[in-house]
Nanobody, 116 residues
Framework: QVSFVESGGAVVQPGGSLRLSCVAS????????ISWYRQAPGKERELVAS????????RYHNSVKGRFTISRDNSRNTAYLQMHRLEPEATADYSCSVLLPPARFWGQGTQVTVSP
């Protein structure tokens, strides 16, 4: 059974940093692209970053480029999202996800709140 456990969310002041972690299980983590999504209250879920299984191909939402970094440790079945210079607009529930065709699987999420 595919599952994820996210952690690292917190309340942080604007300009601060956080590192989110996502431990995956139930599938071959090293074989698939891993992604971080976020959903803010009243808004649609959006892709924040994704990282391919092989090589270092990554994608980022335009609003986080240069401030967020996605990484993975295949030996630990873990993905990370390092976030710097956080802005109030980053307040959301962050979850990791994998596409195992035809289904996409999601974690429960971890809450990030950016507030003075």
């Amino acid at each position: 059974q595919v599952s994820f456990v996210e952690s690292g969310g917190a309340v942080v002041q604007p300009g601060g940093s956080l590192r989110l972690s996502c431990v995956a299980s139930g599938y071959s983590f090293r074989t698939y692209t891993i992604s971080w999504y976020r959903q803010a209250p009243g808004k649609e879920r959006e892709l924040v970053a994704s990282l391919a299984a092989i090589g270092s191909n990554s994608r980022y939402h335009n609003s986080v480029k240069g401030r967020f970094t996605i990484s993975r440790d295949n030996s630990r079945n873990t993905a990370y999202l390092q976030m710097h210079r956080l802005e109030p607009e980053a307040t959301a529930d962050y979850s990791c996800s994998v596409l195992l065709p035809p289904a996409r699987f999601w974690g429960q999420g971890t809450q990030v709140t950016v507030s003075p």
